[in-house]
């Protein structure tokens, strides 16, 4: 058997609090600990994009893009990744190709290496712009399949959205398993047979939600896979990552050793013990494995949602009601997969279904997207459903960005008074009001 060094992305400052601390970690308590991060020997770091952009603004008074200086200044040997949401960016809307473009451009000039571009539709379209720029930028350019499970998400799916991605300049594929349901021995073939037609490095990323994470890891691995996301042991399991520590002890001494030092791991696991104290108030996770994501590909963020809305309606006792909606939504609608903004679509229909009726209220999203506003659905849509929703409306099947005109140059005169560097100019067009606010507070705290 060959040899074959297995990297370890850490997701401990972005994907590893967010799932556990609803993302409201500070850069105050990254940086004492950056130095020892970036001494590991990690393949790369997941430091920015998902919700950190948003939280940054909204609840933590940071600049993201200050963020990213401070993080980069700090790490020195070590790769830095971000999660991009293809023409969504890290916002929850399909922004101007302008826009699109402006980002990825000035993340780059701060400095992020690995970009990992993903649409929630797997619409190859909604990622076309952002893969191009990050490529011409010399950025590496990770390309994301949203994993989920359907009858129309078979092998074949997957491989024919993985050569039009090789088309388009993907550097690296990454199979992003956001509800924790990708099966080991499924692992095993998707991995196989990617490395098998395609001449790319192949990651994974996996919530520990249903419990499988390490055993999928380990089959992918056996499979080829090059690199696996973990979060270091105090901020893993649950809806987070499997622990880094773990997965380093688990293939120490085998054809795939990691070549990372535990005893280094373990101090960082202490330092993060005490981190964690810190944010009790957002700490959710209980410690027990969701299997309900395995029946109804709910991942852990919706069904919280879902808890808190239906006590808002003092309808609780009706989870199990609306949880068996949801696979009903996701059918009617060509069986998207459920990752922002998706996830957020299905599951406001799945529960306004179950406590009204079914769709005799509709949420704008699900019309919007039922117009092609998202991109193409995975499947067929329920035609019955879409003549009563949208009625004779004609949707668009062109790539839902060539609708959107250019952005910037109207943001730019909007927040005039307020323009302190270029970057506010794309934050303000990504999230308005948060970024208002923000600048509003900063303005204030200068004076």
Same mark, same amino acid.
């Given at each position: 058997m060959t040899t074959r060094k297995v990297g370890i #992305? @850490?997701?401990t400052l972005r994907d590893g609090h967010q799932s556990l601390l609803a993302t409201r970690m500070k850069i105050e308590d990254m940086?004492?600990?950056?130095?020892?991060?970036?001494?590991?020997g990690f393949h790369s770091m997941e430091v920015w994009?998902?919700?950190?952009?948003d939280t940054c603004m909204r609840f933590l008074n940071e600049d993201p893009w200050e963020r990213l200086d401070k993080i980069k200044s700090t790490l020195k040997n070590t790769k830095t990744q971000m999660l991009l949401r293809g023409q969504n960016l890290v916002g929850y809307r399909h922004y101007a190709? @302008?826009?699109?473009?402006?980002f990825v451009k000035k993340a780059a000039a701060h400095g992020m290496d690995i970009f990992r571009i993903f649409d929630a539709m797997n619409d190859v379209r909604n990622m076309c712009k952002a893969m191009e720029v990050a490529k011409k930028e010399g950025a590496h350019v990770q390309a994301t399949f949203s994993y989920t499970i359907s009858p129309v998400h078979n092998l074949e799916y997957y491989m024919t959205m993985a050569q039009k991605l090789v088309d388009m300049g993907a550097d690296s594929f990454c199979i992003k398993d956001m509800a924790g349901i990708l099966k080991p021995y499924v692992a095993?073939?998707?991995?196989?047979?990617l490395k098998k037609r395609f001449q790319l490095p192949v990651q994974i990323h996996t919530h520990y939600t249903s419990g499988m994470a390490s055993m999928m890891y380990l089959k992918a691995i056996e499979a080829g896979a090059d690199v696996v996301d973990t979060a270091i042991s105090s901020l893993a399991l649950g809806t987070s990552q499997p622990a880094t520590e773990t997965m380093v002890a688990s293939l120490k001494? #085998? +054809?795939?050793?990691?070549?990372?030092?535990?005893?280094?791991?373990s101090e960082i696991a202490k330092y993060f013990k005490e981190v964690r104290k810190k944010y009790k108030e957002f700490d959710v996770y209980s410690g027990s494995v969701d299997t309900n994501v395995l029946l109804y590909q709910v991942p852990g963020g919706m069904l919280s949602n879902f808890i808190s809305q239906l006590q808002q309606q003092e309808a609780e006792d009706r989870l199990p009601e609306v949880l068996a909606e949801v696979p009903r939504v996701r059918e009617d609608l060509g069986y998207p997969p459920l990752v922002t903004p998706t996830s957020q679509i299905v599951g406001s229909q799945a529960l306004l279904n179950v406590l009204l009726g079914r769709y005799k209220m509709v949420t704008t999203e699900v019309r919007s997207y039922l117009k092609g506003?998202?991109?193409a659905t995975p499947g067929p849509v329920n035609e019955q459903i879409r003549k009563q929703i949208i009625r004779? @409306?004609?949707?668009?099947?062109?790539?839902?960005?060539?609708?959107?005109? +250019?952005?910037?140059?109207?943001a730019r005169e909007e927040i005039a008074a307020y323009i302190q560097k270029e970057e506010d100019v794309l934050s303000y067009v990504l999230l308005p009001q948060v970024a208002k606010e923000f600048f509003e507070k900063r303005n204030a705290q200068n004076q």
């Open positions: #992305t @850490d997701t940086i004492p600990i950056i130095g020892k991060l970036d001494e590991i994009g998902g919700a950190t952009f190709d @302008d826009v699109v473009e402006e095993y073939e998707l991995v196989s047979e001494d #085998t +054809p795939y050793d990691t070549g990372l030092n535990l005893e280094a791991l506003m998202y991109g004779d @409306d004609a949707s668009i099947t062109c790539r839902p960005a060539d609708m959107i005109a +250019p952005e910037l140059a109207a």
